[in-house]
């Protein structure tokens, strides 16, 4: 059952700032990952435009050293590798200036899908929108890529979106959040919509709270700056949390195209309280034997970014009103390990009296690692007298269902790219939605300015602060345990 691999038509894709640590990381590897599953035939073109000089041959000697440690499974494969080499090309440009613009026009094909990935800091966003649209660049079949962060706020989010509006049409703008491009996350939408099982009680009367956690090990190392001014709100809340929640919150869409889903994610962002400041705990790592602490790493004694948020959400509708959403995240915890989980409302009435305990059903959405659906069922213990109540997994895991063979399914990078060519923007954000999460952000961190909020500290490889657990334990309930 390995899955057919649908080739896609040719197409010239330019890669602004083609040199850099996420085009060499993520966005190559995956288009050779791609290549190599057949995903299209020859004639494919792909040009990295940077500052820096190189000609061609040097930049594809850097590609492939990236390609061997970032894509060692095809490490061996050389027919491939220079297959894939032979595709690319380089062009020095400077995204401010005139110079290098129609040595990249002359290697453009006229009537083929033409797809620009800015790989740039957001303040080149402009710029380069603009010269392409000058420089006669922009056919009807062109798509521009934007990366996160899109704005710091919902003002500089706004300037973006009204600065890429004036050279592009909203269809043609592709604005990545990875953890759409993620297969667990999409599985989500096959979960609830493509089974009759769930979605019947997939509402405040049968759910009591959802937990959405997404646990980092790593810290900020080699993103000091960025992070500093970002924290964990504007990095990881805003947007990846906010996409999962609109998940599993959203209404069902008519279709799965790209209007009718984003509608629904809109309308969710749309009805989101505002957090009380009771309801959300900052932290910041502190140091420990794998490493120095978040202050530390980025040198700043005094910070006083969060490396770490919990917080609990409402989404003030018909289906959600009173069933709170839990999300956290954090840097340098015990574990990785992204999970949401749906924790279900205990039996009305328990048959089996106080001895049997509480019971509910929990619904775990595993994304990373070791992607799968566990759902936790009370069952009676085995052999003892009486009735005594456990909880059992009925497990999925997707490697031992499907077979290990069938997992090695694209990563999100892969995917998306993919769905920049097809030109499907289901897995992309909207401009309102990016500036709705922004408005609900806003406020939250404004808070905390005004306080002069001071994250609380918490021990790396710890599960977070202790205030998170109080945040919970005040609500009769806990957090589920972070494991790999
Ligand atoms: C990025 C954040 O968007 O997502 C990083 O900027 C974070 O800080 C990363 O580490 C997490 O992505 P993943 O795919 O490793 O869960």
Known sequence: MVSRVIPV????????????????????????????????????????????????????????QSLAEFAPEHAGQDDLRSGFLQSLDYVQLDAGADSGWDVLARKLTDDRIRAFYFSVGPSLFGPLAERIRQHGLATPQTRIVVEKPFGHDLKSARALNATLAAYFDESQIYRIDHYLGKETVQNLMAVRFGNMLFEPLWNSQYVDHIQITVAETVGVDGREEYYERAGAMRDMVQNHLMQLLCLIAMEPPAKFDSDAVRDEKLKVIRALDPVQPHHIVRGQYTGGPDGPGYREAVGNPRSTTESYVALRAHVSNWRWAGTPFYLRTGKRLVARSSVINVIFKDAPHSIFGAEAGRHANTLSIRLQPNEGITLKVTIKEPGQGGMRLIDVPLDMSFAEA?????????????????????????LFMRGDEVEAAWAWTDPIIAGWQARGDVPKPYDS??????????LMKRDGRQWQGIKP
Request: hydrophobic share 40%; charged share 25%; with cysteine.
């Open 402 to 426: 499907l077979g290990p063979e069938n997992l090695d399914a694209p990563d999100a990078y892969e995917r998306l790219v993919m769905d920049v060519i097809r030109g499907n923007q289901t």
């Open 461 to 470: 490889g710890s599960t977070g602060p202790g205030d998170a657990e109080l």
């Open 9 to 64: 038509d040719p197409f010239d894709l330019v890669i602004f700032g083609g040199t850099g640590d996420l085009a060499q990381r993520k966005i190559l590897p995956a288009l050779f990952r791609r290549y190599c599953a057949g995903q299209w035939h020859d004639g494919v073109r792909i040009i990295a435009a940077a500052r820096s000089e190189h000609d061609p041959d040097a930049f594809r000697a850097i590609v492939a």
